[in-house]
C-alpha cells in the first residue's frame, strides 16, 4: 500500500524509517512546510515528495499518519476523511478539547476510520497485563501505580506550546491505565511543583507531578510524572489485585539504580528516550493501522478513545490550579 507522512520533524521521520521497513507499505509519499525535511526523507526512504498535504492526499495514497504540528492536526485528520483516506494521528486529537470535540462530531458517524497514536497499547508488556486483567488472574484490581519519567524537560518552546505535563505527559499514563484496567476515571486530586528549569515555571506548568484517580469501580490509581530523571526514561505500571500483583516495565534497561547489597537487577543501559523504550510499540502499532487501511482491523485508538484520556488530563490541570479534587463531571462536555 501507499502512505503519505505530514510531517517530517523527529517522530515524523521516526515513523517514516518504520514505514519503509513494513513488508505491507509499498512506496511512501511525505510533506511537510519545511523543504528540507521533505527532501531528506525522501532521498533517505526513497519516499515521493508532495508540496503540500492536499497534493499529499490527492496522489492517490491508501493511508495517511499525521506527524504534523498539533495545531493541524484537526484540519489535516478532516481533510484526510473528506478524501476517504484512513488517517493515523499523533496525539492529541487537538490543542484545546473544544477542537477535539469537533473532531469528534466530524467523524463519529463517517465510515473512514481514524486511529489516534497512543503506542504503549501496544506495548507487550501493557499488553500482557491487560490480558491478566481482562482473565482476572489479578482478582479485584485495588491499587494502580504508573509511572513516566523524562531524562530531561523539553525546550522551552515545547513547553510554553504542550498545554501542560498533564496534557502532553501524563495522558499516556492516563490512556493506559483505562485501556489496561477497562475502567473509567471519575474524580482526580493532582498537586505538582517546580525545583528546576525557571522556563517551566514561568510557562505556568508543573515539572514534576502527581495524581490520585479514583476508578469506577472504586479502584485507586496513583500517577507519577517528572521532567527531570537524570538516569533515563522510566515507564513502568504496577497492578494489584486481592489475587495476584503484577508489573511492567521491570526490565533489565529500567532506569533505576538497586541499593540492596548483592542485588544486581537492573543490570543493563538504562531507557533513555521514549524511541528507545517503544521501538517496538510504535513499529506495532503502524502495522496496525495498516491494517486498519486493508480494512481487516478496526481502529485501536479512536477519536473518542483519546479524549477520554484529554477529559482526565484536563481535570488534572483543574485540581492542580485549584488544589481540590475535580469530578470528570465538571470538565466533561462531551
Sequence with gaps: M???????????????????????????VVADPFADAAKAAAERFGAEVAD???????????????????????????????????????????????????VLEAVRDGEVPVQIGFNRRFDAGFAA??????????????????????????????????????????????????????REVTEVYAVGGNRGADYIREAGDADTTGAVLTLDDGTIAMVSNSRHNARGYDVRMELHGFADSIAVGLDDKLPLRSVEPGVTFPAGTPHDFFMDRFTAAYRAELTAFTEVVAGTLPSPCTVADALEAGWIAEACTLSLHEHRPVRLAEVRTA
Design 2 to 28: 501507499r502512505i503519505a507522512i505530514l510531517g517530517l520533524g523527529r517522530i515524523g521521520a521516526f515513523h517514516a524509517e518504520t514505514l519503509s521497513g513494513l513488508d505491507a507499505v509499498t512506496s511512501l
Design 52 to 102: 503540500s498535504p492536499e497534493a499529499a492526499l490527492a496522489s492517490g495514497v491508501d493511508g495517511v499518519v499525521v506527524a504534523a504540528a498539533t495545531d493541524a492536526h484537526p484540519a489535516l485528520i478532516l481533510a484526510a476523511v473528506e478524501a476517504g483516506v484512513p488517517v493515523f494521528c499523533e496525539k492529541p486529537v487537538a490543542r484545546t478539547m473544544a477542537e477535539g470535540v469537533e
Design 129 to 182: 497485563a491487560r490480558a491478566a486483567v481482562r482473565a482476572g488472574e489479578l482478582g479485584r484490581l485495588h491499587t494502580v501505580r504508573s509511572t513516566t519519567l523524562d531524562p530531561a524537560p523539553p525546550p522551552a518552546a515545547y513547553v510554553a506550546a504542550s498545554g501542560g505535563i498533564f496534557r502532553d505527559c501524563s495522558v499516556h499514563d492516563f490512556d493506559v491505565i483505562r485501556w489496561v484496567t477497562g
